[in-house]
């Protein structure tokens, strides 16, 4: 059976922000028959998986395309690989059938064909919405639970910052945060999201990091006792000013610094005096380092969903075609919580 | 009983890189009579050292000022305060005696009447010549050991790096290492501390840090397969450099940044893309949050001394006049080990 199949790629390497034209929809006609023994599972895409690092992997070199597979730099012409939830169409591996569905490393495109070594997985409960399994459930999920249990090590009553809280993996750490027991604040682009975060997320306070002149002043006024934890995922100046008002022996988990993904020249200059006389740490990390306290984090946030004491953020746009402008959109503030791209129907 | 002392003050807030003639020496009458019940202990000084952090507390402002005790700032015109060690010339207080050997926070000056509340421990052993108590025994090992031991985390075979190499910190640091199995290189300011480094401490290799024009190349070149560990001394262009050569999960100890405590328009803009990507952590501390490790720190290093497989770098200027230049020498290179005045004779 022949089956068409549209897929994205970078036409060249993206060294700036990305533009949607700098993406291309090709069409093939791919086969369904697999080849027996060859392991492989042909998957129909529908929930795609949107994230900011993608774009240090469209850069013609960056010191980051050596560190992970993850990290690996994209070919032009050649589909974009990333996380996502689909069901299975055609099987050559024992486990999965026709019918299931899997989360894993798919593609920007509407079937993929998942090869051996690939990390696929059948979703273990149907209890939630699909998507709920890129998101929440999935890698942004795992990064906030990964980075605020394990690097910023809270203690009740501690005094939490989280920037792009609005964002995929802001608005979970902010979630866990407090419902760990924590005081946080969160900064976003806009007054919508600063809204959202206080009325329906529960932050105890937000602002609009766009409406503010001297940062390193905002957060004295926002935290007049000091930051006891910054989760970071924008690096750049906000980052020289949380380590500014960082309390004695504060964490910083550094998750991403998307402010300096578009921009080589956005860089962070913190004071290292206060790094070493405030005993802080700045620690990096992947949310795969984290893949062995999967069953921790699912069990909590499962818990959490259930109870309805944690809110699955969602921002889907619908069509293969709304890939480019949903990854460029990243770089602009344009989505709320987490991005992603439904390429069919369930 | 009257005593001429003689004391060094700034004479006004230093805000660059200081020069001697930001000191004056002053001379004053003192008592040696106590009150009796004030717990007072007059201490007749006999070696002090002399320290980089000094400066920060000589600016009018700093964030470091108020992260500690020993970072309070300093009063213009009066007496600096300052780790060293000394004999117990008359006592108020119990279990000290007069002609007791004592280590502690004694002042730049040639007798110090410590108050109670006061660091001031009597001295445990007469084994090692008393300057050992201010340098290899005294805070700049525990610096060492501290920062080595429990940030660094090292693993047998593991590639470290250290700055300042041939400073009081630095090479206690390096030489901790070798002795522990790593493979250890430092970078000095000269060629004579190159070779010390290499010749005599025992490090695999060293560099002069001044003839290199891209340190990111250099620390390349010497490290083909990269830094596990950086123990930073100096902050600034060093540090960015280490950043971009640090293998995964590599871990920065940050003791000090001193390029950047004389020019505040020095600062590192390490590439936090790598710090994410690679997982670094990066992290202060001051040698007193390790002071409950003393006892292991002194076992060890006691240890390491008595067999001669640590070799103690001391450099030691002479009079309480000599103390202007001994400190802004610091910020020249001028020193190789660690740099103390001896105030008076044994
Ligand atoms: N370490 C890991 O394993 C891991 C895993 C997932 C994600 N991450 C990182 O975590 C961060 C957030 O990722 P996400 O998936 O949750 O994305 P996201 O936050 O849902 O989307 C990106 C958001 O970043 C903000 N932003 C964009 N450009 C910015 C700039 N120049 N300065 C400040 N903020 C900017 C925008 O929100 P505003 O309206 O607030 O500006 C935007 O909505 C990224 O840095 C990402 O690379 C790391
Ligand atoms: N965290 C703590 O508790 C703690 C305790 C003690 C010391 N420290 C810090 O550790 C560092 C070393 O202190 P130390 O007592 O061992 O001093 P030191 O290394 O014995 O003396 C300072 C040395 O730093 C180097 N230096 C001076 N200016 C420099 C510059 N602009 N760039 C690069 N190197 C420069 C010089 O050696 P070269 O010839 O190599 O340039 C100089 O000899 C300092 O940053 C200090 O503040 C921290």
């Known amino acids: 059976m022949e089956i068409i199949n549209r897929s994205v790629a970078i036409k060249d390497h993206v060294e700036g922000a990305p533009e949607e034209s700098d993406f291309e929809l090709r069409t ?44 690996a730099p994209l070919v032009p012409g050649k589909t974009i690989d990333g996380y996502g939830v689909g069901r299975v169409v055609a099987s050559a591996k024992a486990g999965f059938e026709k019918g299931d569905l899997v989360a894993g490393v798919i593609g920007w495109e509407e079937y993929t064909l998942v090869h ?52 995929s993996v802001g608005n979970v750490v902010g979630q866990y945060a407090k419902l760990f027991g924590c005081y946080v604040i969160g900064c976003a682009g806009t007054k919508q999201k600063v809204e959202l975060l206080k009325n329906k997320l529960g932050f105890d306070d937000a602002f609009n990091y766009k409406e503010e002149s001297d940062l390193k002043s905002t957060l004295k006024r926002y935290f007049p006792d000091g930051i006891d934890i910054y989760f970071d995922n924008v690096g750049g100046e906000m980052l020289e000013a949380a380590v500014s008002n960082m309390n004695l022996f504060g964490r910083i988990a550094v998750c991403g610094v998307i402010s300096e993904y578009a921009d080589a020249k956005v860089r962070a200059s913190p004071n290292m005096l206060d790094v070493v006389y405030k005993r802080i740490t700045i620690q990096g990390f992947l949310a795969g380092d984290f893949i062995s306290q999967y069953a921790d984090f699912f069990a909590l946030t499962v818990g959490y969903l259930r109870s309805r004491k944690l809110h699955a953020l969602e921002d889907i746009s619908i069509g293969i075609e709304s890939i480019p402008s949903a990854f460029a959109g990243l770089f602009h503030g344009d989505n709320i919580g987490k991005k992603m791209v439904q390429v069919a129907e369930e």
Chains 1, 2 share one sequence.
């Open 28 to 71: 093939d006609v791919i086969t369904a028959e697999l080849t027996p023994g060859s392991n492989d599972v042909l998957v129909k895409n529908l929930y795609l998986s949107i994230d900011p690092y993608q774009l240090n992997r469209m850069k013609k070199y960056s010191s980051s395309h050596e560190t992970s597979n993850y990290a």
């Open 116 to 167: 051996e070594g690939t990390m696929l997985n059948k979703l273990s409960t149907t209890e939630f919405p699909l998507s709920y399994h890129v998101g929440i459930l999935g890698f942004s999920g795992l990064t906030a639970y990964g980075g605020f249990y394990n690097l910023c090590k809270p203690k009740n009553g501690e005094k939490v910052f989280v920037s792009a809280a609005s964002g």
